[in-house]
RNA sequence: GCGCGGGUGGUGAAAUGGCAGACACACUAGCCUUAGGAGCUAGCGCCGCAAGGCAUGGAGGUUCAAGUCCUCUCCCGCGCACCA
């Protein structure tokens, strides 16, 4: 037999396919359809790497199956070529980046069709092409058309070294995610997309995606959605008003001051005269300075939070009409919310680090309710509270820093002393009644009350659940003199006497721990829910049940809010789509659709401005268009600034259902056909820009009704990355690039793809591996023998025969989960089994054949074809498993005693529970086990095991 | 700090609550070969001569039975983070 001769064979199919156009899309058919998409590439000067084809490989299995299973499949590929990789290459080697872009097309696409996609490229798409952004740019006319596409001179985040605005998307950590340089604020004008108002579609359409969990949890985050209260305060002596959001307006008596972002036009207003303010220069110098800092610093929650007081401004609380002081402070973000906060010390750490450091009031207004959630003593949910009005009782020592606790005896609990109030108790006469009958001593005196602790639990001798209101009482005894303490008493627990740091451990209750920072001068903010106090009328209501109650009787308005910001959508730089826009001195004239598109014109420097202009408006003869004709002609200016990198990306999933429409983006039976994405497969590092814009344009196309789903991507899955052999990120930087090509040419694209799905789960980020590529070439290299096994009227065993229907409902079910390695795996096992065969019939081989095409499409194609197969195996029926097969008749039951294996026998399927056991006891190593004990329960799990307990 | 994932041999990893380590890499021994990154046979978690015991980050718990379920805890990766 001829040797496994991966080049000729992958060559020769790879030309065969090609030319009987295999792979080929069908718009009008009968059959059920299956869109399955891969992100698409950047097609960047350096080629691919290992890495990059190992979601291809996955998703080019998932499609071949489905093919074979007899349904539509749409697979197809392109290129996502506008941004500033290709740019700044364009800059160095100053080619204009449209010839080095379709130069790496060309590499691209050569490097993935010799690894044997199946790839429909008719419908190829590149979304540098006129044809193909004239669609973009007719998104954008809609966009504008209907007002989500505007004007802004907002300061946005500014590149210095990319020399463009960045959407907030493209910050991480305050850095430009193209380039890392830190970015500045700068006002600029610009063009931004209201995906606000998409916000709260976005964030509940997640709910119904089958997509990662982690990543719909990254796009809520991002998005961000918090509920709460604008609330107006009065300034004093002025007629203007200063507006907060507050997620907390129960907290609101407890405003000790307020704080103003330093953009915050109430400042700028109030710099403009210098009367204004006592402080002035202070004020001005400190919001010069805030301004200056960057990202990073400004955003930095380590740092110090510093601030300055404007002198002779006063807001007035409308809760209780106090007058607060208010303040210009750098850890009030402008952008967010109002840009300016109510500051309640007492329940928020900002504002009680804050207070601390500048020495201003703390006023509680929530008292705290603790919840018990763990035994003993976890609450019983839906079951009323049983109120009970009581007493914490702290006692110092008469001489020593020492307190008393007490140790209980019949549960594991350490506490201060308690007790309820009973009649027309005082708290603290029930507290010192309390101290004599716990503890014995005589002589408390009260220093100090620490308010109200509240605590909720399941009291478990008397079976309800309780809600006990405590008075947290601090007393001294003055001297040691005590009485005999009760029996009973004495059964119940025992007096320690414990300092601050003991009683840390000792106390297991969480509202004695509050008593004990208290105590201990370490309290902080308590900025959970809890019981009102200090609030005038609201004074004992829930601090959950009056936020909107409190919202109303203020004038207040209960609002949403979200983290998301609007899309800054333009970039000053050349290599993007132009904007089909017109500016007619301050008029905004929209291109009409039939001038679309708006083609990019050549330049002679690619080089960025820097001034907030891009490169294109140093052409006078594009920039300047003469429009319409005779009188009405005018001239008007063209828009010089070019999309983001993004917009090309966030509709192409479309353009493959009818890649060369020039009519209309997609037409509506193809959209209506192939409707949305069935599976995408991609890099979870898109997780909150491609995947969120996407989602954006494409529920604005449903509105204006081009697609007819709420989603455009049914279900995700994410790559994990492939690593270098060095564990580190593959990159250029790094030397540990491994290049497909040579893999491809050494070992054959069948191994590649095979060993990479078979190293480990596919989500998951791994190590590449040569020397662990050789199991899968050495895997081909059997198959490629057992082909000398196959006669036409070969046969296997039964044992086979059976192993077979089962890997064909593994590997079935495995693909469909994207668990292609334990597909492989089983595959392997398989094979394993028919090299101990003397023989194998065609008709088994052919099975397993089918089983492995999916994975390595070429070296099957070849078998296929010599066992005289005329049509591809790609097109043949994919292989439905026996289950009456599956189920072998003999099984193997498992003897276990004391929990251990001891012993296994071979049994008729379906045996009963009582043969199980009888055979079971007459073994040899079951009875030396259980030697003369009575086995005290015997378990039976038909057809699997027998477990047996003795004493 | 909050949220989402993970911790299993020398390595990559398998395992509907039912024989932990399938499958593969590496390694060891032997065979076959004019030596090669080839093939075949056997071995390969740890301790132990063995019988057997111990093992899925750690500590408890539920169960006849736990890598798998529950509680606490440590470590690693990712996302968000002064968002009021």
Not at 168 to 187: A, F, I, Q, Y
Not at 255 to 273: C, G, I, Q, R, S
Not at 541 to 564: A, C, H, M, N, R
Not at 746 to 755: E, I, N, P, S, V
Request: aromatic fraction near 10%.
């Amino acid at each position: 037999m001829k040797k496994y001769d991966h080049i000729k064979i992958e060559k020769k199919w790879q030309r065969e396919w090609a030319k009987k156009k295999v792979y080929r899309t069908e718009d009008n058919s009968k059959k059920q359809k299956f869109y399955i998409l891969d992100m698409f590439p950047y097609p960047s000067g350096e080629g691919l790497h290992v890495g990059h084809p190992k979601g291809y490989i996955a998703t080019d299995i998932v499609s071949r199956m489905k093919r074979m299973q007899g349904l539509n499949v749409l697979h197809p590929m392109g290129f996502d070529a506008f941004g500033l990789p290709a740019e700044n290459y364009a800059i160095e080697t100053k080619t204009n980046p449209a010839i080095a872009v379709a130069k790496n097309v060309v590499r691209y696409k050569k490097q993935l069709e010799i690894i044997g996609f199946d790839y429909d490229w008719s419908r190829e798409i590149n979304t540098t092409d006129p044809k193909y952004y004239k669609w973009t740019q007719w998104i954008f006319l809609k966009l504008f058309e209907r007002g989500l596409a505007y004007e802004s001179f907002e300061p946005i985040n500014w590149c210095p070294s990319c020399k463009t605005g960045l959407a907030n998307e493209d910050v991480e950590d305050g850095k430009c995610e193209r380039c890392g340089t830190s970015v500045e604020k700068r006002p600029m004008r610009q063009w931004v997309l209201k995906i606000t108002d998409y916000a709260d579609r976005l964030l509940r359409d997640l709910n119904v995606l089958d997509w990662p969990e982690s990543i719909k949890e990254s796009q809520r985050n991002w998005i961000g959605r918090s509920e709460g209260t604008e609330i107006n305060f009065t300034i004093k002596d002025k007629t203007e008003k200063l507006k907060v959001f507050t997620t907390r307006p129960d907290t609101l008596f407890g405003v000790t001051y307020m704080v103003v972002a330093p953009e915050h036009k109430f400042v700028t207003e109030l710099l403009e005269h210098r009367e204004n303010l006592k402080n002035h220069d202070e004020v001005a110098k400190y919001v010069t300075h805030a301004c200056m800092e960057t990202e990073i610093e400004r955003t930095n929650a380590k740092k110090e939070k510093t601030g300055v007081k404007l002198e002779g401004i006063f807001a007035i609380n409308p809760a209780n009409k106090e007058k607060v002081p208010v303040f210009v402070a750098d850890y009030v973000l402008a952008d967010y919310g109002t840009g300016a906060v109510m500051a309640v010390p007492a329940h928020d750490e900002r504002d009680f680090v804050f207070a601390k450091k500048y020495k201003l009031p703390i006023k509680q207004v929530i008292e705290p309710v603790y919840t018990q959630t763990t035994e003993p003593g976890k609450i019983i949910p839906n079951f009323p509270f049983e109120h009970r009005n009581a007493i914490i009782a702290i006692v110092k020592h008469w001489k020593d820093d020492k307190y008393m606790a007490l140790k209980w005896k019949k549960v594991a609990w350490g506490t201060f002393i308690t007790g309820g109030v009973e009649g027309n108790q005082t708290p603290e006469e029930a507290a010192k009644m309390e101290i004599k009958e716990e503890t014995g001593f005589l002589h408390p005196k009260l220093i100090s009350n620490f308010g109200r602790i509240h605590s909720k639990f399941y009291h478990v001798p008397k079976k309800v659940n309780r809600f006990a209101h405590s008075h947290t009482l601090y007393f001294k005894l003055e001297n040691d003199a005590r009485e005999k303490v009760t029996e009973t008493e004495n059964e119940i627990h025992e007096v320690k006497w414990l300092t601050i740091d003991e009683l840390k451990t000792f106390l297991t209750e969480d509202s004695h721990q509050h008593a004990l920072r208290i105590l201990a001068d370490v309290s902080d903010a308590y900025v959970d829910e809890g019981i009102l106090v200090n609030s005038g009328a609201f004074s004992g209501k829930d601090s959950q049940e009056v936020k909107k109650v409190i919202t109303k009787s203020v004038g207040g308005k209960w609002v949403v809010k979200y983290k998301l910001k609007d899309w800054v959508f333009s970039r000053q730089r050349y290599w993007g789509e132009p904007f089909p826009i017109f500016h007619n001195s301050d008029k905004i004239i929209p291109v009409s659709e039939k001038d679309l598109p708006v083609v990019l014109p050549k330049v002679k420097s690619y080089e960025p401005t820097g001034t907030g202009e891009s490169p294109l408006a140093s052409i006078p003869k594009w920039v300047n268009v003469k429009v319409g004709v005779g009188k009405n002609a005018k001239m008007l200016k063209r828009e010089t600034n070019t999309m983001p990198q993004w917009a090309g990306s966030s509709w192409y999933y479309l353009r493959y259902m009818d890649p060369k429409n020039s009519k209309a983006l997609v037409d509506p039976l193809k959209e209506k056909y192939w409707n949305e994405v069935d599976f995408y497969v991609g890099g979870a590092e898109h997780a909150t820009r491609h995947l969120i814009y996407a989602r954006f344009w494409h529920k604005f196309l449903y509105d204006i009704g081009i697609v007819s789903t709420l989603e455009p991507f049914k279900k995700l899955q994410s790559v994990g990355l492939i690593m270098g052999e060095d564990g580190k990120k593959m990159s250029k930087r790094f030397g540990n690039i491994v290049n497909p090509d040579l893999i491809v040419k050494t070992y054959g694209a069948d191994t590649l793809r095979l060993y990479e799905m078979f190293m480990g789960p596919f989500d998951q980020a791994i190590a590449w591996n040569t020397n662990g590529m050789i199991g899968s070439r050495r895997f081909l290299e059997r198959v490629w023998k057992l082909r000398q096994k196959v006669h036409e009227k070969g046969t296997i065993s039964k044992e086979t025969e059976i192993l077979l229907h089962k890997t064909i409902k593994k590997v079935t079910e495995d693909i469909s989960s994207i668990h292609h390695n334990t597909a492989v795996s089983s595959m392997m096992i398989l094979s394993n089994v028919f090299e101990k065969e003397n023989t194998i019939s065609k008709t088994h081989f052919e099975i397993f054949l089918k089983l492995l095409a999916p994975f390595a499409p070429h070296i099957t194609e070849e078998l296929w074809c010599d066992l005289g197969n005329k049509k591809s195996i790609h097109i043949s029926g994919w292989p439905l498993a026996d289950e009456s097969k599956i189920a072998e008749r003999s099984v193997t039951i498992v003897v276990q005693v004391n929990g251990k294996v001891r012993a296994s026998f071979t049994a008729v399927r379906g045996t009963s529970k009582e043969g199980l056991e009888k055979t079971a006891l007459d073994l040899p190593d079951v009875k030396k086990w259980i030697g003369d004990k009575k086995p005290k329960r015997i378990i039976v799990i038909s057809d699997k095991l027998v477990s047996i307990v003795v004493a």
